[in-house]
């Protein structure tokens, strides 16, 4: 935990704090059982802005990696891919839900349980940042 504080603080001052037209809500992720290898987070990006945007990159201290995915039905069979990026039309929302677009972690060593707060950094194609506090939870 004292690891993962000194990581936002080290963060902190080297994030551009260019003005974002996308907020945040509902981001959270998904307790594993203890074990689990990969760890999934889900929330719902929202575009107040004129423009489209694009996110590029998502970072968190809390994980080694995290990877942009979507799920999708394939032959009646649940397949996930990787996405290079996520189009965010200008006024419109996209939801990073179970099912669909998620992020995709490698569990940490220490493992997450309900309660415990992650962050994660959004990056943007036009380099803007933005920090998001996630909350671990139970599956619904
Ligand atoms: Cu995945």
């Known amino acids: 935990m004292k690891q ?9 001052n080297t994030l551009a704090l260019a003005e ?7 981001a959270w992720v998904r307790e594993a059982p203890p074990g689990a290898r990969m760890m999934a987070a889900y929330m719902t990006l929202i575009n ?11 970072n968190s201290p809390a994980f ?3 990877m942009l995915h979507k799920s999708a039905m394939v032959d009646g069979m649940a397949r996930m891919s990787h996405v290079d990026k996520l189009d965010i039309p200008a006024g419109a929302s996209v939801a990073l839900e179970p099912g669909s677009y998620h992020l995709m972690m490698p569990a ?13 950094i959004l990056e943007f194609a036009d380099e803007s940042q933005l920090r998001v ?5 139970k599956a619904p």
Request: hydrophobic residues 50%; contains cysteine.
């Open 64 to 66: 080694r990696m995290v």
């Open 108 to 120: 940490p060593d220490t493992r997450l349980v309900s309660g415990d707060k992650v962050e994660f």
């Open 4 to 12: 993962l504080l000194l990581a936002i603080l080290l963060c902190w």
């Open 20 to 26: 974002v037209d996308v907020q945040v809500d509902h």
């Open 133 to 137: 506090e996630a909350e671990v939870r």
């Open 48 to 58: 107040r802005g004129e423009e489209d945007i694009t996110l590029v990159d998502v």
